[in-house]
């Protein structure tokens, strides 16, 4: 069964740090595209960042300014996110998502996400 | 950067077609657009890819287009189970960005 599950949130306070991680199963995880997609509460969804299979191209939303960064260890199958400097902003569920040997490719596997709260 | 407009509720009788556009600047040129379903406390799901690809396990009900600078979401035969949060999603290829819609919440009444 192909399946991705999160890791790594919880309670931060504002300024603090996170490593969100990813663990993919049942499918080929080297040859695939991933990306993160996060949802505040009650809003909508939020692209966070994407990856290319290889982990050499990386791809980030604006508004990060430089505070995330997303790589990848493919001999463990594993997706991950560094947060730092961390913002009330920030609180959100965050998913990690399967795209496909490009990374303009629909996401057809989610995980089922993973909380992150920021707040003092 | 490039903004994709959903309206923020869409309602339908039972049976009824259900319409969801998607609005963005030329649009019909992305490359595609992909649709998914979101039913609360659970993870997005596809359920169109590239404009009116259906991934298996997807009625047939289920089905897109795209010209112009409106995509649209069409749901035939509307059933309560469909009652979600439907999401738009393209490539901009100019920034390098993946771009959401805000989102519409279909009502089944």
């Known amino acids: 069964e192909v399946q991705l599950l999160e890791s790594g949130g919880g309670l931060v306070q504002p300024g603090g740090s996170l490593r969100l991680s990813c663990a993919a199963s049942?499918?080929?995880?080297?040859?695939?595209?991933m990306t993160w997609v996060r949802q505040a509460p009650g809003k909508g969804l939020e692209w966070v960042s994407t990856i290319n299979d290889s982990g050499d191209s990386t791809y980030y939303a604006d508004f990060l300014k430089g505070r995330f960064t997303v790589s990848r260890d493919n001999s463990k199958n594993t997706l991950y996110l560094q947060m730092n400097s961390l913002r009330a902003e920030d609180t959100a569920v965050y998913y990690c998502a399967k795209g496909s040997t490009t990374v303009t490719t629909a996401f057809d596997i989610w995980g089922q996400g993973t909380m992150v709260t920021v707040s003092s | 950067s490039y903004v994709l407009t959903q309206p923020p509720s869409v309602s339908v009788a039972p049976g009824k077609t259900a319409r969801i556009t998607c609005g963005g600047n030329n649009i019909g040129t992305k490359g595609g657009v992909h649709w998914y379903l979101q039913k609360p406390g659970q993870a997005p799901v596809v359920v169109i890819y590239y404009d009116n690809d259906r991934p298996s396990g997807i009625p047939e009900r289920f089905s897109g287009s795209n010209s112009g600078n409106t995509a649209t979401l069409t749901i035939s035969r509307v059933e309560a189970g469909d009652e979600a949060d439907y999401y738009c999603q393209v490539w901009d290829s100019s920034s390098d960005h993946w771009v959401f819609g805000g989102g519409t919440k279909l009502t089944v009444l």
């Open positions: 049942g499918f080929t995880f080297s040859t695939y595209a």
